[in-house]
């Protein structure tokens, strides 16, 4: 089954660069930058673009910083089909 795909928006100027995010991303996509915000901290940073919108790092972030979102389709998709219930039944259901 393909990966939903998922993004994050960073509110660096709130971060304080605990790392928490970077330790809970399965998919390790989160690195502090090289620059810091206004409070002298070493945000972080999206390094790769596979995020799959679990919302660990929100989950695990004291302070708020990160929004997640996940896309979603626009059109409907079938992705399971049922047929012949009076005799034998085929299933088919979508990788
Ligand atoms: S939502 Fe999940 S995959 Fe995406 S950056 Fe956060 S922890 Fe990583
Ligand atoms: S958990 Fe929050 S405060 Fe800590 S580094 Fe990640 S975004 Fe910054």
């Known amino acids: 089954m393909a990966k939903v795909k998922g993004d994050i928006i960073i509110d660096i100027e709130k971060c304080k660069g ?3 995010c970077i ?3 399965p998919q390790d996509g989160l690195e502090k930058s090289r620059q ?3 409070k002298g901290y ?3 940073v999206k390094i790769e673009d596979n ?3 679990c919302t660990n ?3 695990v972030c004291p302070d708020g910083v990160l929004k997640v979102y996940r896309e979603t389709k626009k059109k409907k ?3 399971a089909e ?3 219930v009076t005799g034998d039944i085929t299933v088919t259901v979508k990788e």
């Open 18 to 20: 605990c790392e928490l």
């Open 23 to 25: 330790s809970a991303c």
């Open 36 to 38: 810091v915000n206004k």
């Open 42 to 44: 070493l945000y972080v």
């Open 51 to 53: 995020c799959t919108g």
């Open 57 to 59: 790092c929100a989950l």
């Open 77 to 79: 998709e079938k992705v």
């Open 82 to 84: 049922i047929t012949n």
